[in-house]
């Protein structure tokens, strides 16, 4: 009989396993017997989290409540049509994004995707950036050229995605042989989904990645679904994270939301990539409680099945459990936090709404050294004379013919 597969993959874990069968220093725990554990319940004393200070523990609180309360803002602001194009979450996703930028360096280079958002907080990108341009506002990174979070800034060390899956993969090994062999001390982080995996671009620059040893650390995010396409119809392997043994490199697991396994995990394979280490493919257990995009309504996902995550595995909601136990925070220390997020956003919306639209002109800007200057204007005058004048060839009729379908 057919052995039935995917739905192992579906299943939460509990913090790092190593997942290839290597011998690897993983902070490797038992999953017991709950279907959703509690993290912090296990010996945590091996975790490179267990460095962290108090502080630094309430900060990756900051860093998951910002990215919900500033995508939630997005979606008021979506609802009320000043968002321009399309609308992504991470809903439930947060601790993937924060837990992972946070073990980066402030030197280090990531790539984010669009349920990357916290990566990108975490890097030193504003709420006012994001906001002006999901606005595309004329005063956004990309005066309005560019919608969501596509933009970068090598200096806070997060570069512009491109839409085509698995394509920064490629991208990042080039970033990351730079390093290599300027012998800088960096290393580079790119974040794909369980459908990018699929793409030859995934492939190819895995592969390549993982030959020349690249201080890279490849993160699966395995939310479930890619669009509409549930994993059981993306792979025929058991688990993504299977996928390393094919390229030769470590591979490691862990829940996705805990966002102090997905610390830990990244911690160790950031280590292992500045060790001279190589490649680590790490593959996120998480899930997707949003549709694609804001206008994609889940038709397609099995009934109780968000609602289920969102009641017994919500990452925010569980750190909190992490922080009241295991931290002493108390709910005035919560309370500031979300309050500070609040304003945060607040602010940020009231100074982004009052940004003008982008000029015209603007589009030419940054994409010719020397932009045109005569008749800038020329295409404001009509689609008529724009196409007569700019682009119709000679032998096509004149536009008024072409309408009344007269010779
Ligand atoms: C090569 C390629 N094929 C198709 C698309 C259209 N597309 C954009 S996002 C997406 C789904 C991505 O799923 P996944 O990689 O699992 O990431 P997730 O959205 O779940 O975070 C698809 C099919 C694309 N951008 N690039
Ligand atoms: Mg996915």
New binding site residues.
Partial sequence: MAKRKGTGNREPRTGATGGNGRASATTAREPHGSRFPVPGSQSASARASATLTRAQKLDLYYWMRLTRSLEERLVALYRQTKVVGGLFRSLGQEADAVGSAYALERRDILSP???NLGSMLVKGATPLEILRQYMAKGDSPTRGRELNIHFGDTNRGFIGQI????DMVPVMAGVTMTFKMRRQDRIGLVY?????TS?GAFHEGFNFAAVQRLPLVVIV?N?G???STPIEKQTAARQFVDKAIGYGVEGLQADGNDVLAVYDVTKQAVDRARGGGGVTLIELMTY?RKG?AEHDNQSYVPPGEIERWAAENDPIDRYLVVMREELGATDDEIAAIDARVAHEVDAATDEAEKSAPPEPLDALIGVYADPPRERPLWFREGTERAVDVNERAEGWGTWQASRTGSA
């Fill in positions: 995707l669009i349920r839409s085509p899956l698995g794909v989904g369980d459908g990018a793409t995010e939310n679904y890619a669009y997707r694609h």
